[in-house]
């Protein structure tokens, strides 16, 4: 299983940018997915997340309280992709942002984590 994040780039504060995570390889089920960041210096933390729903509701979301009301995590299940829309954008979410997803290769298989590469996000004053 591979992910493949793109989206990232260089912002002015107040501006806003896209991520987009493109999960491909041998998948049967994608339960939760994520988006982590890593500022310099600091360790990896949750962004957002967000599970699997259902065909006919949402995926539950969670967010790190200090991007609630500015970022939004979906999904589109057809596509094995997740997406962090992320506004009013500040110096702060200068990070790598990651991203995650729990993996399910067979009915059987309760899942395994994995993560892409990273895409660097950097917010300018």
């Known amino acids: 299983v591979q992910l493949q994040a793109s989206g990232g780039g260089l912002v002015q504060a107040g501006g806003s940018l896209r991520l987009s995570c493109v999960a491909s390889?041998?998948?049967?089920?994608?339960?939760?997915m994520g988006w982590y960041r890593q500022p310099p210096g600091n360790q990896r933390e949750l962004v957002a997340s967000?599970?699997?729903?259902?065909?006919?509701?949402?995926?539950?979301?969670k967010y790190a309280d200090s991007v609630k009301g500015r970022f939004t995590i979906t999904r589109d299940n057809a596509k094995n992709t997740v997406y962090l829309q992320m506004n009013s954008l500040k110096p702060e979410d200068t990070a790598v942002y990651y991203c995650?997803?729990?993996?399910?290769?067979?009915?059987?298989?309760?899942?395994?984590?994995?993560w892409g590469k990273g895409t660097q996000v950097t917010v300018s004053s």
């Open positions: 995650n997803a729990d993996v399910s290769g067979s009915p059987y298989d309760y899942g395994t984590d994995y």
């Open positions: 390889g041998s998948i049967f089920r994608l339960n939760a």
């Open positions: 967000i599970d699997s729903g259902s065909m006919l509701i949402s995926g539950s979301t």
